[in-house]
């Protein structure tokens, strides 16, 4: 049962300390997604990669805000330093080619910034 | 304004009645429209897809797509207690870059 994995599923730090979520696509899909979800926001997305390469974080704040993508297996999305703002649950999903936009979500890591 | 719209609900309904969710988007150039569900603590769920103007039925889901009036809806048929979860609707961007953007979601709530 192919599934999008994530690490942690939960996580809470003290505000100004670095977070990373890390990602594991499924086994071909070649374009990841990041989505943030807050009660007052909704689902936002934050950035996304194809092909490993990024092709739009406009919704990320670049500031404290990073992903990469070091592998096909791989995605990380990183924040350095965080802020208590930045509690919210972060999915990763992933798809596959022209229908790209058929995605498919991990379970999320619920963030927690005191 | 989001470019997607949804009623933020929330709409309860009795077992065995038919749900039914609707959405409304900006973008017409969006092509292709998903139904999410997501319960509550969960990740989103992919039920249902739609790219051509009609119906689609998938069970005892039916999407159905209006260009013309940038509506799309969602009906759930003799509606499960089960079936209790919020319903995201979500386009697809005209461009090449195909990311979707989502509605704010209705919760739904199937009365037993």
């Known amino acids: 049962d192919a599934r999008v994995t994530q690490t942690p599923r939960h996580k809470v730090t003290e505000m100004g300390q670095e977070v990373t979520m890390r990602c594991q696509p499924i086994?071909?899909?070649?374009?990841v997604f990041w989505y943030r979800q807050t009660m007052m926001q909704g689902l936002e997305l934050l950035a996304y990669f194809r092909n490993r390469a990024p092709l739009d974080d406009s919704g990320m704040p670049k500031d404290r805000f990073s992903a990469e993508m070091p592998d096909a297996t791989l995605a990380t999305l990183k924040i350095q330093p965080s802020e208590p703002r930045d509690s919210a649950v972060y999915f990763c999903?992933?798809?596959?080619?022209?229908?790209?936009?058929?995605?498919?979500f991990g379970p999320g890591t619920r963030l927690l910034v005191l | 304004q989001k470019e997607v719209e949804q009623n933020s609900g929330p709409l309860s309904v009795p077992e065995g009645a038919i749900a039914s969710l609707n959405c409304t988007y900006s973008?017409?150039?969006?092509?292709?429209f998903f139904w999410y569900r997501q319960y509550s603590g969960k990740s989103p769920e992919l039920i249902m897809s739609i790219y051509s103007n009609g119906d689609k039925e998938d069970g005892r889901f039916t999407a159905q797509l209006n260009k013309a009036s940038q509506y799309v809806s969602l009906l759930i048929r003799d509606s499960q207690p089960s079936d209790s979860a919020t319903y995201l609707c979500a386009g697809a961007s005209s461009g090449s870059a195909r990311q979707l953007t989502f509605g704010s979601g209705t919760q739904l709530t199937v009365l037993p």
């Open positions: 973008d017409r150039g969006s092509q292709s």
């Open positions: 086994l071909g899909h070649n374009t």
């Open positions: 999903a992933s798809g596959l080619g022209k229908m790209s936009e058929t995605q498919y």
